[in-house]
């Protein structure tokens, strides 16, 4: 992705947390109900504690689409715990994620357009695709 849609990545990214609005609340709203699977792997999560990891998880999907150095070194990170081994996410249940955190990026983001809908579209698949291959 070049540099001005990066830009206007983060700049939605930034007002989904301003006046009121609180993207990764809304997410998990969504997140949780999704699909019945979901719910129970969250039962003894901490949300307070979360809440900011999944912050800098998608700050890491973003500067991995930017080419930057340490988006690659901490989506390492998320494709360990969530593999096989660990969490045991499977690669399709990422669909629920990447449509839960586009329904609350629309909730979140007065500024949300169908052009922004495709930038983050871009963002996320980038991710999740690195991810999956680590399964
Ligand atoms: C690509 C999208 C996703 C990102 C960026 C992401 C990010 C994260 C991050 C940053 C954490 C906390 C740090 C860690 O434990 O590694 C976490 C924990 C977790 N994630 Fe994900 N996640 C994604 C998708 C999913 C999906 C689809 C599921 C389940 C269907 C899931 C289930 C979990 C669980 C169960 C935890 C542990 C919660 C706890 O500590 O109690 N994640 N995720």
């Not at 009121?20 to 709203?29: R, S, V």
């Amino acid at each position: 992705m070049d540099k001005d849609q990066i830009r206007k990545v983060k700049r939605s990214f930034s007002r989904s947390f301003i006046g009121g609005n609180d993207l990764i609340q809304t997410f998990y709203d969504i997140f949780l109900q999704s699909h019945p699977s979901i719910a129970p792997l969250f039962e003894e999560t901490d949300f307070a504690q979360q809440k900011l990891l999944l912050r800098q998880g998608i700050n890491c999907f973003i500067m991995f689409s930017e080419g930057v150095y340490a988006g690659g070194f901490c989506l390492d990170e998320i494709t360990i715990s969530h593999n096989k081994k660990h969490y045991n996410i499977h690669p399709n249940a990422y669909v629920y994620w990447k449509e839960s955190l586009l329904k609350a990026l629309e909730k979140s983001d007065p500024q949300f357009d169908q052009e922004l809908y495709h930038l983050w579209i871009d963002v996320i698949d980038t991710g999740i695709a690195y991810i999956s291959k680590g399964y």
